[in-house]
């Protein structure tokens, strides 16, 4: 069965902290992984998409990592700020699927 | 473009009344996806279609719920009968053929009293 976990399920760190949300997937053969942000009662947005032949991605203070042979991937986030608090979500795509199967998330709160 | 629009944002109806929702996508993408999720929990893959065709329904799409795509261009999700295990968020998405990734819109909050 294809399935994706993230850790921790919830972080509190003060402003200005480096941080690493987790994500972890059974079955390798991936097609990609994208991140998402989720604020409270609102709707996702991509922050981060790897292919499968990717190594990692960057965005300005956020970078992906993907290590298919483990099943892994990393979010870090360099710096955070309040206005990073939000719910952040993993999500993989199979090759022999056409949908993405998400993590149940990381809820993430910086205090300043 | 302005990216995948739903309406309604938010709706609140009685068990056993009909609700539909709307689901844009961004004009170029062939694919669309309608996904639920419930409090404290990730988005669950409900069914997706390819221009008209409907490809894929997980079984949690009971019979009471069904979904369109006419011409290819928006999306309706209809619930039948809702109860009050319905309430959650169901959220859209729209691809091309899965390349770039998934553009999600700010879903419906469906609320059954």
Redesign the interface.
Known sequence: KQE?TQIPAALSVPEGENLVLNCSFTDSAI??L?W?RQDP??????LL?IQSSQREQTSGRLNASLDKSSGRSTLYIAASQPGDSATY?C?V?WMNT????????TRLQVFP | DTGVS?DPRHKITKRGQNVTFRCDPISEHN?L?WYRQTL??????LT?F?NEAQ??KSRLLSDRFSAERPKGSFSTLEIQRTEQGDSA?Y?C?SSLA?L????????T?LTVV
């Open positions: 994706v097609y990609n994208q998402f009662g609102k709707g996702l947005t991509s998409l979500l999500a795509g056409d949908k993405l199967i998400f993590g149940t998330g | 739903q694919r996806y404290g929990q990730g988005p669950e893959f997706y390819q490809l894929e968020m959220l998405a899965g770039y990734g998934y553009t999600f819109g700010s879903g909050r």
